[in-house]
C-alpha cells in the first residue's frame, strides 16, 4: 500500500514534480512520437525521454524484483530467444500466436486497474502510475517500463493460459507478445479456449499456426527440430559468405578483418545450436583454426614492421606472400 509520496521517492522526484510529469499537457515534452520502417511496414514508436524516461527506468527497476511465472521467458534477465526454444525440443506438435497489438492495445485503464486489484494499491496511487507510464492513454511503444509492466497487467490471462497447457499436459512459453505450445498432442479445442480468454482480457491474437516436429519449426528465431536447435538458412548462407571473403583477402588487414567477422558469426551459431552439440563442437573446431592461422599471418606482419623500425632484413614481397601461402596451404 505506497502513498503517492512512497513512490515519488522511489523515482526519486518531489511529490509535486511527480504530480507534474503525470499531467498530460506537461508530460507531452517529454514524449517523442515517430514512425519507423518495420519489415514492409511502419511501426509507431512513442516513448519518454528526459526527465519522464528516468522515471520510466526506475519503475522498471522496481517492478522487476517481482517473480516471475516459469513460462514467462521476455522480458526476464537470463532468458534469450534460445532458451525460449529449448523448453520445446523434442515435442511432436507446436502451436504458436501472437497478440495483436500488443503494447498499443494495452490502455491506462487496464494498468490502473491492475495495479489496484493484483497488488491492492490505492486508486489514486495506481491512477498516477498509469498516468506516468502511457502516453495518449496507451502503454508507450519503445519504453524501458513498457515490457515488464505489460507482462504483470496481464499476468492473470498468461496464468488462465498456462493452467489450461498444465491440464493438457502441454509446455508453454511466452516471449513478450510470441505465446509457444507444444507436446505430444495439442487438442483442436484447445485454439477456441485460448482465444476466448485473450479476448476476455481485451486482446486479439493472429498469426497462429499449427506445426509437426518433422521439419524445423521456428520460435522466436530459432529453429527446433527434434532434440536440436539450428539457424535460419540465410544464417547458414551468410557463413558461405564469409568463409569466402576470407579465402579471398590478400592483406593483412583484410585477414584480421575478415576471420573477426567470420568468428563473430560462428560464434552466434554455436550459441544457438549448443557448444556441446555435434554442429557445435565443429564450429569451435573450425574458430580455433581460424584464430591459430591469424595468429601465424599476424606474426608475419609483425616481425616485418620490426625489421622496419630496426634496420634489418626486410622481407621482400615475394617472400612475404611466400610463408602466407604456407599458411593458407593448411587451407582457410
Known amino acids: 500500500m505506497p502513498t503517492q509520496r512512497d513512490v515519488a521517492r522511489l523515482v526519486r522526484q518531489t511529490p509535486s514534480d511527480l504530480q507534474l510529469l503525470a499531467t498530460p499537457q506537461f508530460k507531452d515534452q517529454f514524449i517523442v512520437r515517430r514512425t519507423i520502417p518495420s519489415g514492409t511496414k511502419s511501426r509507431d514508436l512513442v516513448y519518454p525521454v528526459a526527465r519522464l524516461r528516468g522515471v520510466h527506468e526506475r519503475l522498471k527497476i522496481h517492478l522487476s524484483k517481482i517473480i516471475q511465472p516459469s513460462y514467462l521467458m521476455s522480458p526476464r534477465k537470463g532468458r534469450a530467444q534460445r532458451d525460449n526454444a529449448a523448453v520445446h525440443l523434442d515435442a511432436t506438435q507446436y502451436l504458436t500466436l501472437d497478440l495483436k497489438q500488443f503494447y498499443p492495445s494495452t490502455t491506462r485503464g487496464m494498468i490502473r486497474s491492475s495495479l489496484a486489484e493484483q497488488f491492492g494499491m490505492a486508486i489514486d496511487v495506481a491512477g498516477l502510475i498509469a498516468h506516468l507510464a502511457t502516453a495518449d492513454d496507451t502503454a508507450c511503444l519503445g519504453s524501458p517500463l513498457t515490457p515488464v509492466l505489460a507482462s504483470l497487467v496481464h499476468r492473470p490471462m498468461f496464468d488462465a493460459i498456462a493452467d489450461l497447457c498444465e491440464a493438457e499436459g502441454l509446455r508453454y512459453t511466452v516471449w513478450v507478445d510470441d505465446l509457444t505450445i507444444s507436446g505430444e498432442n495439442i487438442p483442436g479445442d484447445l485454439v477456441a479456449a485460448i482465444r476466448k480468454i485473450i479476448a476476455k482480457n481485451g486482446l486479439k491474437s493472429h498469426k497462429l499456426q499449427f506445426r509437426t516436429g ?119
Do not use: C
Open 214 to 332: 518433422k521439419r524445423p519449426v521456428f520460435i522466436t528465431g530459432v529453429g527446433v527440430v527434434g532434440a536440436n536447435l539450428v539457424v535460419r538458412r540465410n544464417v547458414e548462407v551468410r557463413s558461405q559468405e564469409l568463409w569466402g571473403e576470407l579465402k579471398a583477402a590478400q592483406t593483412y588487414e583484410e585477414i584480421d578483418t575478415a576471420s573477426t567477422r567470420l568468428l563473430s558469426h560462428l560464434g552466434g551459431i554455436r550459441y544457438v545450436v549448443g557448444s556441446k552439440s555435434w554442429r557445435g563442437q565443429k564450429i569451435s573446431n573450425e574458430m580455433n583454426s581460424i584464430r591459430q592461422k591469424r595468429a601465424k599471418v599476424m606474426r608475419i606482419n609483425t616481425e616485418q614492421a620490426v625489421a622496419r623500425t630496426t634496420g634489418l632484413k626486410r622481407l621482400t614481397p615475394e617472400e612475404a606472400f611466400a610463408r602466407k601461402d604456407e599458411i593458407e596451404a593448411v587451407g582457410f
